[in-house]
């Protein structure tokens, strides 16, 4: 890494009117966590770049970029939008038996979702857990046997291909989506609703019951259709005898599945989907997962990029689907690196995170919160940007070992200066892009912010 200058010490510069050099060297650093707070204009982005260029040349660079504009030379940018479609599907799993599985992958969705200003119901918990591990199971993997485990990733594209070529097999050989535990919902709504269980006689009924309600909908439009232009009879016919057969063969497999009832049990599948009106909020909740297109089976291309910028000006405005992507991604970010091992006091990863009040709060499982107190020995560390100290946790405000103040907004002095144990008069002096205030924790010494003149 190279020592990054900060500036020269304030007072000694106006009292002995000596240059003091300040730096940022991160071999006499507690940690390598980094706090930036100043208003819009004061220099953040500026910063940014400078403490990531001071970043040894073999750490990989993860940038969540809010607003676009963190321009890095270097840096492989993806731009994630509806448009694109590339995203990460939180399904895959790390089949090592250790730091990955089933439980894990769904612990991590419940955990991104309920870090929202929707937080999902104990009910909707208990479904969406349920719908998930059922998701996995129709794949063949099952959350006690790390031998199933292992499944292959492919892109939308390539499952659209399975499912045109009927390969079913090769379709049990690729993870799930969150298409598919969407389907899966529908499929245990009609199930409750119908009152039967999505499996074997009564997995028949329900695909009798769909291809029922498909061929109706299709003589439905033909006769509007057919109400303005000539009437093909024969077509409606065909249709009309077709929906018949269906019909039958949904009544006969009801009857089949109620005569093979033997304990009374089987409904207990469907019982655990707790009712139709839980199980429907939940769907919904999935498929606006689903339209914002950043939880898709189309990977980012970053290839083997060292400095990989996530350009999430596009989604930025969905504030709620913003947190959840990035903790996710910092949720599996975590995972990689406590997987590797400790690093012996080397970072190995940076991760700059902008407009962090979006991301932060004082939860003690709060990825940030957990990069900031445990993941110093795995070698990640992590930056933060926003307009006020205030902005980010105080899990991590007392243990970034390097906190940088540009200039703030008035109405933040006070509330700043209580967080910070600062005088407010420091931050008053504070002139946008001509002078800051600089905590460096360095190993040994008591902190303390000090003024500097940036070079």
């Given at each position: 890494?190279?020592?990054?200058?900060?500036?020269?010490?304030?007072?000694?510069?106006?009292?002995?009117?000596?240059?003091?050099?300040?730096?940022?060297?991160?071999?006499?650093?507690?940690?390598?966590?980094?706090?930036?707070?100043?208003?819009?204009?004061?220099?953040?982005?500026?910063?940014?770049?400078?403490?990531?260029?001071?970043?040894?040349?073999?750490?990989?660079?993860?940038?969540?970029?809010?607003?676009?504009?963190?321009?890095?030379?270097?840096?492989?940018t993806v731009l994630f939008s509806e448009s694109t479609k590339y995203g990460f599907n939180p399904l895959?799993?790390?089949?090592?038996?250790?730091?990955?599985?089933?439980?894990?992958?769904?612990?991590?969705?419940?955990?991104?979702?309920?870090?929202?200003?929707?937080?999902?119901?104990?009910?909707?918990?208990?479904?969406?857990?349920?719908?998930?591990?059922?998701?996995?199971?129709?794949?063949?993997?099952?959350?006690?046997?790390?031998?199933?485990?292992?499944?292959?990733?492919?892109?939308?594209?390539?499952?659209?291909?399975?499912?045109?070529?009927?390969?079913?097999?090769?379709?049990?050989?690729?993870?799930?989506?969150?298409?598919?535990?969407?389907?899966?919902?529908?499929?245990?709504?009609?199930?409750?609703?119908?009152?039967?269980?999505?499996?074997?006689?009564?997995?028949?009924?329900?695909?009798?019951?769909?291809?029922?309600?498909?061929?109706?909908?299709?003589?439905?439009?033909?006769?509007?259709?057919?109400?303005?232009?000539?009437?093909?009879?024969?077509?409606?016919?065909?249709?009309?005898?077709?929906?018949?057969?269906?019909?039958?063969?949904?009544?006969?497999?009801?009857?089949?599945?109620?005569?093979?009832?033997?304990?009374?049990?089987?409904?207990?599948?469907?019982?655990?989907?707790?009712?139709?009106?839980?199980?429907?909020?939940?769907?919904?909740?999935?498929?606006?997962?689903?339209?914002?297109?950043?939880?898709?089976?189309?990977?980012?291309?970053?290839?083997?990029?060292?400095?990989?910028?996530?350009?999430?000006?596009?989604?930025?405005?969905?504030?709620?689907?913003?947190?959840?992507?990035?903790?996710?991604?910092?949720?599996?970010?975590?995972?990689?690196?406590?997987?590797?091992?400790?690093?012996?006091?080397?970072?190995?990863?940076?991760?700059?995170?902008?407009?962090?009040?979006?991301?932060?709060?004082?939860?003690?499982?709060?990825?940030?919160?957990?990069?900031?107190?445990?993941?110093?020995?795995?070698?990640?560390?992590?930056?933060?940007?926003?307009?006020?100290?205030?902005?980010?946790?105080?899990?991590?405000?007392?243990?970034?070992?390097?906190?940088?103040?540009?200039?703030?907004?008035?109405?933040?002095?006070?509330?700043?200066?209580?967080?910070?144990?600062?005088?407010?008069?420091?931050?008053?002096?504070?002139?946008?892009?001509?002078?800051?205030?600089?905590?460096?924790?360095?190993?040994?010494?008591?902190?303390?912010?000090?003024?500097?003149?940036?070079?």
């Amino acid at each position: 890494m190279t020592p990054v200058l900060i500036g020269y010490d304030y007072w000694r510069r106006k009292n002995d009117q000596k240059n003091e050099l300040v730096q940022w060297d991160p071999s006499r650093l507690a940690n390598h966590h980094i706090g930036i707070a100043g208003t819009s204009g004061a220099g953040k982005t500026h910063w940014i770049r400078n403490f990531i260029q001071g970043q040894a040349d073999d750490v990989v660079i993860d940038i969540f970029d809010y607003h676009g504009d963190i321009e890095v030379p270097g840096a492989k940018t993806v731009l994630f939008s509806e448009s694109t479609k590339y995203g990460f599907n939180p399904l895959v799993l790390n089949p090592d038996p250790h730091f990955g599985g089933v439980r894990r992958a769904i612990n991590d969705v419940i955990a991104a979702i309920g870090n929202t200003s929707r937080a999902l119901g104990t009910n909707q918990e208990g479904v969406l857990r349920a719908l998930l591990t059922d998701a996995y199971a129709l794949k063949g993997i099952s959350a006690t046997n790390p031998s199933t485990w292992y499944r292959n990733e492919a892109t939308d594209e390539q499952i659209q291909q399975l499912i045109e070529a009927h390969d079913w097999s090769g379709l049990r050989q690729v993870y799930p989506t969150l298409l598919d535990v969407t389907t899966l919902a529908r499929r245990k709504l009609k199930a409750l609703w119908m009152g039967i269980e999505d499996k074997e006689d009564g997995r028949q009924v329900l695909t009798a019951f769909d291809e029922f309600c498909r061929v109706m909908a299709t003589l439905n439009q033909r006769k509007m259709k057919n109400a303005t232009q000539a009437a093909d009879e024969a077509e409606l016919a065909q249709l009309d005898s077709k929906l018949g057969s269906l019909k039958m063969r949904a009544l006969d497999g009801f009857s089949t599945f109620l005569d093979r009832m033997q304990s009374g049990r089987e409904f207990e599948e469907v019982v655990k989907y707790n009712s139709r009106d839980v199980l429907l909020s939940v769907i919904n909740r999935l498929e606006n997962l689903q339209a914002i297109g950043i939880f898709n089976s189309n990977p980012p291309p970053f290839g083997n990029a060292r400095i990989r910028r996530y350009n999430l000006k596009p989604i930025a405005q969905s504030e709620d689907e913003l947190r959840m992507f990035v903790h996710f991604r910092l949720q599996a970010i975590i995972r990689e690196e406590m997987q590797r091992g400790e690093s012996h006091g080397r970072i190995r990863r940076f991760v700059v995170i902008d407009e962090c009040v979006l991301f932060n709060d004082e939860s003690r499982s709060n990825p940030i919160n957990v990069i900031a107190n445990q993941m110093r020995k795995f070698g990640l560390a992590i930056l933060q940007a926003g307009q006020s100290p205030t902005h980010m946790s105080e899990e991590f405000l007392s243990s970034a070992g390097t906190m940088l103040l540009l200039n703030l907004a008035p109405t933040n002095w006070d509330s700043a200066a209580r967080r910070l144990k600062i005088d407010t008069k420091m931050l008053q002096y504070l002139q946008p892009q001509h002078t800051g205030a600089v905590r460096l924790t360095e190993k040994g010494q008591i902190p303390a912010f000090r003024q500097v003149y940036f070079a």
